[in-house]
């Protein structure tokens, strides 16, 4: 099976519509969104409706989970809590009740999907050093973990004899007998200095993994952001990939 992975759209239809184009040419069986559809940009539903047309299914992020009131955003910063304000305003009930099917967990695909961290999906924590990735290759049994969140990339490995190796290329082979967590990136609102969306391709069949980058037509998402008064600074974030 090919699987298309998608995360953290945040409203940008302009990222997704491009990078549902990219995945569509490479024949997938399926594709697997990681959480927050909404949040950030100016078309959470237009986002969510891509969404449907295309029968992505996968799992809920804190920005779904804080429209439908099912999280706090207490410890939001100012700019995210601002714009789940600007999110719940404009968010049809058909986006709701869509938002509202997504579970925390998926069982249904042969990998681990989560949101955040496998260890409790609920508590929205952020694995961004190695200290935090390590520990949660206890929490999880398939060969492969796929996790969203913090709009970082990365691949970090666990060889059979516990030895951890955080692997750099884009493109690899997984080892059957390793571990793996990977963050697939952000489609709608990279942060790794990066401002090409951000999307994984997995082929179960030959092992082959790649997280691919791709450009986008990021001064139209920006202005639409700006002409919705939401925070200029999630405009401007977006030509930098912050
Ligand atoms: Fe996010």
Not at 38 to 51: D, M, S
Not at 110 to 135: A, G, M, N, Q, R
Not at 148 to 163: M, N
Request: with cysteine.
């Amino acid at each position: 099976m090919k699987f298309g992975i998608l995360s953290d759209i945040h409203g940008n239809l302009e990222a997704l519509e491009v990078v549902l184009k990219e995945i569509k040419k490479e024949d997938c069986n399926e594709i697997i969104f990681l959480g927050d559809i909404v949040g950030y940009g100016a078309n959470p539903n237009e986002c969510i409706e891509l969404l449907r047309q295309e029968r992505i299914v996968g799992v809920a992020g804190n920005h779904d989970y804080a429209v439908l009131n099912k999280t706090s955003i207490e410890n939001f910063n100012p700019y995210a809590k601002e714009a789940i304000l600007w999110t719940k305003e404009v968010l049809t009930k058909e986006s709701l009740w869509y938002l509202d099917a997504f579970l925390l967990i998926n069982k249904s695909y042969p990998f681990h999907i989560v949101h955040s961290s496998p260890d409790d999906p609920t508590d929205w924590y952020y694995l961004f050093t190695i200290e935090d990735i390590i520990p949660q290759f206890n929490f999880f049994s398939y060969p492969v973990c796929l996790v969203g969140h913090t709009h970082i990339p990365f691949v970090v490995a666990k060889k059979k004899d516990g030895k951890i190796e955080v692997i750099k290329k884009n493109k690899f082979e997984l080892n059957p007998d390793w571990q793996y967590i990977i963050n697939v990136g952000s489609v709608g609102q990279p942060r790794d200095q990066n401002p090409k969306a951000s999307f994984a391709i997995y082929d179960t069949k030959t092992n082959i993994f790649e997280i691919r980058r791709i450009d986008y037509d990021i001064k139209t998402a920006a202005e639409k952001i700006i002409r919705a008064n939401l925070p200029p600074i999630l405009a401007e974030r977006l030509f930098y990939g912050q």
